[in-house]
């Protein structure tokens, strides 16, 4: 009869920290509840919110947004705040619209745009 001892197999990349292929971690798919006490949440839960209120939002999307107007067929359509809401409007991607309002385009979604700041361009395009 022989002992055998299996070899313990290591469960993340010594180099990066990953979990290596094959290995499921004991709290995938799992709610905080399942499996950490609740003084444990509170803790985390307090700690987070506290990252959050120190978090820099300069490198969040829309922190630096411009008032965007467009026109269609000489007639205002109102203020959206980014080009994010303004292509949401036009059913086009945002940086279309950009390209639009610092004059690298003529329309994007069928609406020429502006940025609001540039109103002697934009006023101009409205038929009364």
């Known amino acids: 009869m022989e002992l055998y001892i299996e070899r313990e197999r290591p469960v993340r990349n010594m180099q990066n920290g990953r979990f290596l ?4 971690p004991h709290n995938k798919g799992k709610r905080w509840d399942e499996w950490m006490s ?6 985390r ?3 987070l919110a506290e990252s959050l209120k120190k978090c820099d939002h300069s490198k969040c999307g829309g922190h630096n947004a411009k008032m965007i107007v467009g026109i ?3 007639r ?8 994010m809401k303004a292509a949401d ?4 991607f945002p940086e279309q619209i950009r390209n639009v309002c610092k004059g690298k385009g003529y ?3 069928s609406i020429k745009w502006f940025y609001e700041e540039d ?3 934009w006023i101009k395009e409205i038929k009364e």
């Open 21 to 24: 292929p094959g290995f499921i």
């Open 38 to 43: 609740k003084p444990m949440r509170e803790k």
């Open 45 to 47: 839960k307090k700690e």
């Open 72 to 74: 269609q067929n000489g």
């Open 76 to 83: 205002f359509i109102g203020p959206f705040h980014g080009s």
């Open 89 to 92: 409007y036009a059913g086009c």
């Open 107 to 109: 329309t994007a979604g």
């Open 119 to 121: 109103f002697e361009k």
